[in-house]
């Protein structure tokens, strides 16, 4: 295990790892997380599955530590807000007080009451990454500590004082925080000055595209059933209807403002009630294509290479095409940690047996590049990787992408990470009532 | 329309005896089954009576009545479960639930039609007809169980199980935690399909065809390679819904352990 302790203050540890395997490896091995990995195909899953099964020992012999894991979704075992905390809380509260304490604890993290009875899996990612918090302060009083797991700051800037509000009230009852974050993450008063990449290698040339917004309105129905939900709507809003941009752009908001909901009405996902968004660029009009931020459930249970296999089923030519994309991102991206001296480059995964984070991710991106759309959207493309490694990830997938005529969007709530390949911004603001504002801007503004 | 509201039912225990009512056709086939035979016989009384049995096709006529008061008797059964759904959980939900229905029984039927086709020896000694009969029987029974499955297991809350047998002890409190986790277990199979129905059209817009297929116009037999295609989409839902549906059993197992344990402890 290639760990080191950077830090540790008291009783809080941050431990930097090379890759989200080690990353987890170690978090899984500390915290007795039965957490077992996906990307390896499901037949390992099953057959770790089946281990974890017949191993399974109904004794406990560690204390309770309270986890935070890489996809915070995971942690989330009830379907809703409410539920998970509820369960939690019925531990220490009588049933009178407890809807009382639910949404006492949604406030103190920014979540409204209104949350409370969400399907879980409708969150975005930094929502479900409060609720975790919200869940972790709620089990402070029978857990000995708290294992937590990066991405901890997948959070509007403004937000994060809620992880550092979480941290004083574990202090406080003099409980451990173990913190697993990956090389060049920011962490409370911890910035690790990490290389700026993106200065060693040549400038990605810009390339010009366009979002024609024509008020795409977008309803979620009201739902009763299994709990309550209110008819909610989100409607984006632009003072022009077409947004000349420039390649790679940036898009950015408060968390749950509509980000991912965006990104799916331009590739077609959802239907706006509404309206319509598209993109256009030198491929043309179209749908866009996306890397979600989940991006490993979109190996659909598939090994990295038996994915890439089956998607090409029936079509060699593109087959190859995208084959020559991964190769040459794939090779260019080991090149460069190799000149950067980066020590954590075996663990990027080998090439005859793709089961890393980062092979996954680049297959997924040169499937979509080859197919040619006119827009690339990325959401939170760092997540499970290093920022050295997230960095050449990224300059290689601009780079491919706007060889092949598709212009790129960035989600992202770290934009100092792309700050240097980024050329223009675009900004979600909420205008109130389910509106949000969609405003354009240039990186220096 | 209120008084078919199950969740009306505050009582758990009854909830669950009234739903279980309600799918008796379901489990045990009481009183469909009756019902079918009761139908069966009117009907062959009624062509006797107008004189329209024929030695050479008495085989097919019995054969044929005695499916479509099946699938007639079925179809019933399956308004009155959609009338339960409906005033429920809105249309919204049945809408969705009949969605996957219908998708879980096209796939079956055809599938099923291909492989009688291809292989002979699935099919027996049944005629053409039996063949079309039998398909449109799991059709219908399809769209009837699917909703009602998806139904059942969303009108009661895990929560709700573990904090009443939080009350309990001993044998009660294994028994209930491992009905809280099963449940959740299929609420999230619903969970999961509809997130993997998102990437799904992501990668596949047509939803029915794969995205890339320029191999389909260059080939003379492109129209046959529908077939693996179906075969391997089939596969691939089902590998990756076990998968992410099976993938936080480990943590939820781990998280009810330490739950009951804390019980315990207090």
């Known amino acids: 295990m290639d760990s080191e302790i950077v830090e540790a203050t008291g009783k809080l540890e941050i431990h930097e790892f090379y890759s989200f ?230 898009v950015i908001g408060d968390n749950g403002i509509g980000k991912s909901v965006l990104a799916k009405v331009l590739s077609g996902i959802i239907t706006p009630s509404e309206g319509d968004a598209y993109s256009v660029s030198q491929n043309g009009k179209g749908l866009a294509r996306v890397l979600f931020q989940d991006s490993i459930e979109q190996l659909f249970g598939k090994t990295v290479d038996a994915h890439s296999q089956w998607v090409f089923r029936f079509d060699s030519w593109i087959s190859k095409k995208a084959e020559s994309i991964y190769q040459s991102m794939e090779s260019a991206i080991r090149n460069d940690l190799h000149s950067f001296h980066f020590k954590g480059i075996s663990s990027l995964g080998t090439a005859d047996k793709k089961s890393s984070l980062l092979q996954a991710k680049l297959r997924l991106v040169a499937e979509r590049i080859s197919t040619s759309p006119p827009l690339l959207i990325l959401d939170e493309p760092g997540w499970g990787l290093s920022k050295i490694v997230a960095q050449c990830f990224m300059h290689e997938a601009c780079k491919h992408a706007h060889e092949h005529g598709v212009a790129v969007a960035i989600i992202t709530h770290q934009p100092d990470w792309w700050a240097d390949i980024s050329r223009s911004i675009i900004r979600l603001s909420d205008l109130g009532k389910g509106r949000v504002g969609v405003s354009q801007g240039l990186m220096n503004q | 329309m209120t008084i078919l509201n199950v969740t009306k039912i505050r009582n758990p225990w009854l909830r669950f005896g009234v739903l279980l009512g309600v799918g008796a056709p379901i489990f045990s086939g009481w009183p469909l089954t009756e019902f079918v035979v009761w139908m069966e016989a009117r009907t062959l009384i009624l062509y006797g009576q107008m004189g329209l049995f024929e030695i050479d096709n008495l085989e097919e006529i019995v054969m044929s009545v005695q499916s479509i008061s099946f699938i007639s008797a079925w179809i019933c059964y399956a308004c009155i479960l959609y009338l339960i759904i409906l005033s429920t959980a809105g249309q919204k939900r049945l809408l969705e639930y009949l969605g996957a229905a219908f998708v879980l029984g096209l796939i079956t039927v055809l599938s099923g039609s291909v492989i009688r086709t291809l292989i002979p020896w699935f099919a027996g000694d049944r005629s053409e007809v039996e063949i079309v009969f039998l398909l449109l029987r799991i059709f219908v029974v399809t769209l009837a169980v699917v909703p009602y499955f998806f139904f059942f297991v969303n009108c009661f809350s895990a929560r709700g199980i573990v904090e009443r047998v939080g009350r309990k002890t001993g044998k009660f409190w294994n028994i209930g935690l491992h009905i809280a986790l099963l449940l959740r277990m299929f609420q999230h199979t619903g969970e999961v399909i509809f997130s993997l129905l998102d990437i799904w059209k992501e990668e596949h817009p047509e939803m029915i065809f794969p995205r890339h297929r320029k191999d389909w116009k260059s080939r003379w037999y492109s129209s046959a390679s529908i077939v693996p295609w179906v075969w391997s989409a089939v596969l691939a839902w089902i590998t990756a819904a076990v998968v992410y549906t099976l993938e936080p059993v480990p943590i939820m197992v781990d998280e009810l352990k330490r739950i009951r344990h804390q019980r315990r402890s207090q």
């Not at chain 1, 017949?54 to 894991?69: A, M």
């Not at chain 1, 992880?163 to 962490?187: C, Q, R, T, Y």
Request: hydrophobic share 40%; glycine share 4%.
């Open chain 1, 21 to 250: 395997e080690e990353q987890l490896s170690y978090f899984v091995n500390e915290s007795k997380t039965s957490l077992i990995p996906t990307i390896p195909g499901a037949r390992i899953f099953l057959g770790e599955l089946g281990n974890w099964l017949v191993n399974y020992n109904d004794e406990l012999t560690e204390d309770w530590v309270s986890v935070i894991l890489p996809n915070p979704s995971q942690g989330m075992s009830f379907p809703t807000p409410f539920d998970v905390l509820s369960t939690i809380l019925q531990l220490q509260f009588d049933s009178s007080s407890l809807n009382d304490q639910v949404h006492n604890h949604l406030l103190e993290f920014g979540l409204d009451e209104s949350m409370a009875t969400r399907p879980v899996v409708s969150l975005s990612g930094g929502e479900l990454l409060l609720l975790n918090y919200a869940k972790t302060k709620a089990m402070l009083p029978v857990v000995k500590g708290l294992f937590a797991c990066s991405p901890l700051r997948w959070l509007n800037p403004k937000r994060f004082e809620m992880w550092e509000h979480l941290v004083s009230a574990m202090h406080h009852k003099n409980k451990f925080i173990d913190v697993s974050l990956l090389l060049g993450e920011p962490f409370i008063d911890y910035e690790y000055d990490a290389a700026a990449i993106f200065e060693k290698k040549a400038t990605i040339p810009a390339k010009k595209w366009e979002l024609v917004l024509n008020d795409p309105k977008v309803t979620f129905q009201e739902t009763s059933f299994p709990t309550y939900q209110e008819e909610s709507c989100i409607e984006f809003e632009c003072s022009a209807s077409t947004m000349d941009l420039m390649s790679p752009s940036l």
